[in-house]
Nanobody
Framework: QVQLVESGGGLVQAGGSLRLSCATS????????MGWFRQAPGKEREFVGH????????YYAESVKGRFTISRDNAKSMVYLQMNSLKPEDTAVYYC?????????????????WGQGTQVTVSS
């Protein structure tokens, strides 16, 4: 089975930066796309952005566009979420997800594999 593991979360002041990493199970796993989602306390899991594995095209939610950047390292089977200009409202558990088939890549239903999440807390 495919395993995804997020890391890099922590506590940061507003305006600061964090870089999240997501490690996949290995070189034999080649996703179509990988996405980032987040879930704040009392709220539903929401889409942050995704990256196409082959070409590297990215798409972001309006709430993070211009502040967050997704990148990947195919050789290492890693995907990253660089978060800049963080705001308190960015506080959430961040999840990476992967899919090997086409679907709604901007919705959690479009992803089959999920990590356990990493906490990001932004203080004011």
């Amino acid at each position: 089975q495919v395993q995804l593991v997020e890391s890099g979360g922590g506590l940061v002041q507003a305006g600061g930066s964090l870089r999240l990493s997501c490690a996949t199970s290995g070189r034999t796993f080649i996703p179509l796309a990988m996405g980032w989602f987040r879930q704040a306390p009392g709220k539903e899991r929401e889409f942050v952005g995704h990256i196409m594995w082959g070409g590297g095209d990215t798409y972001y939610a309006e709430s993070v566009k211009g502040r967050f950047t997704i990148s990947r390292d195919n050789a290492k089977s890693m995907v990253y979420l660089q978060m800049n200009s963080l705001k308190p409202e960015d506080t959430a558990v961040y999840y990476c997800a992967a899919t090997t088939s086409w679907g709604d890549l901007r919705n959690r239903n479009g992803y089959k594999y999920w990590g356990q999440g990493t906490q990001v807390t932004v203080s004011s």
